[in-house]
């Protein structure tokens, strides 16, 4: 892309730098258990992980939008657990709350977009465009993902990527819907990541310590 082209929404340096140390240690708590962690990051890096954004237009659409939102989703999991005393695993909570969200690497290309500036002048933007060449659906695939990649999921952990994204995916089948709310009942992780992925949404991604928003 133009280097001279912007996009609307920047994270704030620092705030990339906390979370690149929060998911270091992440990683290491996770190697605890999952030894094979170390080629799972060495293909995720290999992937636009660290670089996408979290989605095409909505929260966090900028780069580094996917990894800081799994961040956020990491703080809001271990503030939720600790305070509501789940007691779930310091290892799943690190691994649902980085890779829930797996299956939007790789599917955003940058493409610059039209606009019109605060004089009345087309400019152009920062902006994405959507190809996702293995449709799977978005938790099917997120979880497909962390199975095909070598990482062996705790039940709690598959039926927390599972059902992430709570009623929005659930709509009106009413088999879906139930086995959500026996996935909610079952497991506080399963829960306690759909409530963690809605508070990142709705608040911390778009907090003003996390993101410059520019006007053109
Ligand atoms: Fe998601
Ligand atoms: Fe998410």
Same mark, same amino acid.
């Given at each position: 892309?133009? =280097?001279?082209?912007?996009?609307?929404?920047?994270?704030?340096?620092? =705030?990339?730098? +906390?979370?690149?140390?929060?998911?270091?240690?992440?990683? %290491?708590?996770?190697?605890?258990?999952?030894?094979?962690?170390? =080629?799972?990051?060495?293909?995720?890096?290999?992937?636009?992980?660290?670089? &996408?954004?979290?989605?095409?237009?909505?929260?966090?659409?900028?780069?580094?939008?996917?990894?800081?939102?799994?961040?956020?989703?990491?703080?809001?999991? !271990? +503030?939720?657990? $600790?305070?509501? %005393?789940?007691?779930?695993? =310091?290892?799943?909570?690190?691994?649902?709350?980085? /890779?829930?969200?797996?299956? !939007?690497?790789?599917?955003? #290309?940058? &493409?610059?977009?039209?606009? +019109?500036? !605060?004089?009345?002048?087309?400019?152009?933007?920062? %902006?994405?465009?959507?190809?996702?060449? /293995?449709?799977?659906?978005?938790? #099917? !695939? *997120?979880?497909?993902?962390?199975? +095909?990649?070598?990482?062996?999921?705790?039940?709690?952990?598959?039926? &927390?990527?599972?059902?992430?994204?709570?009623?929005?995916?659930?709509?009106?089948? /009413? $088999?879906?819907?139930?086995?959500?709310?026996? *996935?909610?009942?079952?497991?506080?992780? *399963?829960?306690?990541?759909?409530?963690?992925?809605? /508070?990142?949404?709705?608040?911390?991604?778009?907090?003003?310590?996390?993101?410059?928003?520019?006007?053109?």
């Amino acid at each position: 892309m133009n =280097e001279e082209i912007k996009f609307e929404l920047e994270i704030k340096q620092e =705030e990339i730098e +906390k979370a690149v140390k929060s998911f270091n240690e992440d990683i %290491g708590i996770i190697a605890q258990s999952r030894p094979n962690i170390t =080629e799972f990051e060495e293909w995720l890096k290999k992937t636009d992980y660290f670089e &996408a954004p979290a989605s095409g237009r909505y929260h966090l659409s900028c780069p580094h939008g996917l990894f800081v939102h799994s961040y956020h989703v990491v703080i809001a999991l !271990k +503030k939720m657990n $600790e305070s509501l %005393g789940t007691g779930c695993r =310091e290892d799943s909570i690190a691994l649902v709350g980085w /890779f829930h969200d797996l299956c !939007k690497v790789n599917r955003m #290309t940058v &493409a610059p977009k039209w606009k +019109k500036d !605060k004089n009345d002048r087309w400019i152009q933007v920062g %902006g994405y465009a959507f190809e996702d060449k /293995f449709p799977l659906g978005h938790a #099917t !695939k *997120s979880l497909y993902m962390l199975m +095909k990649k070598g990482l062996q999921l705790t039940k709690d952990e598959a039926l &927390a990527v599972t059902h992430h994204m709570g009623p929005s995916a659930v709509g009106n089948n /009413f $088999e879906l819907k139930s086995a959500m709310e026996n *996935s909610w009942e079952r497991s506080p992780l *399963s829960l306690l990541l759909h409530e963690a992925d809605l /508070f990142a949404t709705y608040q911390l991604d778009i907090s003003e310590d996390c993101v410059i928003k520019h006007k053109f």
